[in-house]
T-cell receptor
Framework: GEDVEQSLFLSVREGDSSVINCTYT??????LYWYKQEPGAGLQLLTY?????DMKQDQRLTVLLNKKDKHLSLRIADTQTGDSAIYFC????????????FGKGTRLSVIA | EPEVTQTPSHQVTQMGQEVILRCVPI?????FYWYRQILGQKVEFLVS????????KSEIFDDQFSVERPDGSNFTLKIRSTKLEDSAMYFC????????????FGPGTRLTVT
């Protein structure tokens, strides 16, 4: 079945860039997502990329997709303490009523 | 900005009891989902719902679980006889026809079975 893998922890200094990585196995993935979960809160959709793109930028966030290697990354520029959270990578094969498949999440700690 | 809401935020119940978790999806959305996250584990899909019927369900979603859209706004998940291993955070999500690739999640209901 589909699987999504992420490293569990990342620690960066405030002001530095963070890069969170994700690999997936499903070659039919059409959309790939990044969700953010702050302590005690739900999942916030941060950004997503369609599989025919290789990059998407949205303010401080840059998503890179290497479809050949099935590798997705999220770069957060000028990381702030408010970016401390768990970041989940997720994928979907067909939009609509097909479920998201999530990774375990990467806990980002930002050191002031 | 429209958002998915869920009630209650925390539910404590005894093993064997029935619980109903409630969700109000974003008003013009057509697809509805339940996911759960056991502490320290991945977010797992339970069930999706479209056009007043279940469209897909996972192995977790056995006969103890059911979903309903009793009116035009609510979407509920019922667990008939809770087990200890049902303790988890339950998330409701919804997506719209126009933006069906964007699933928006509620804040979750933490279910504790004792």
């Amino acid at each position: 079945g589909e699987d999504v893998e992420q490293s569990l922890f990342l620690s960066v200094r405030e002001g530095d860039s963070s890069v969170i990585n994700c690999t997936y196995t499903d070659s039919s993935s059409t959309y790939l997502y990044w969700y953010k979960q702050e302590p005690g809160a739900g999942l916030q959709l941060l950004t997503y990329i369609f599989s025919n793109m290789d990059m998407k930028q949205d303010q401080r966030l840059t998503v890179l997709l290497n479809k050949k290697d099935k590798h997705l990354s999220l770069r957060i520029a000028d990381t702030q303490t408010g970016d401390s959270a768990i970041y989940f990578c997720a994928e979907i094969s067909l939009p609509g009523n097909t479920p998201l498949v999530f990774g375990k999440g990467t806990r980002l700690s930002v050191i002031a | 900005e429209p958002e998915v809401t869920q009630t209650p935020s925390h539910q404590v119940t005894q093993m064997g009891q029935e619980v109903i978790l409630r969700c109000v999806p974003i008003s013009n959305h057509l697809y509805f989902y339940w996911y759960r996250q056991i502490l320290g584990q991945k977010v797992e899909f339970l069930v999706s719902f479209y056009n007043n019927e279940i469209s897909e369900k996972s192995e977790i979603f056995d006969d103890q679980f059911s979903v309903e859209r009793p009116d035009g706004s609510n979407f509920t998940l019922k667990i008939r006889s809770t087990k200890l291993e049902d303790s988890a955070m339950y998330f409701c999500a919804s997506s719209g026809k126009g933006g069906r690739y964007e699933q928006y999640f509620g804040p979750g209901t933490r279910l504790t079975v004792t």
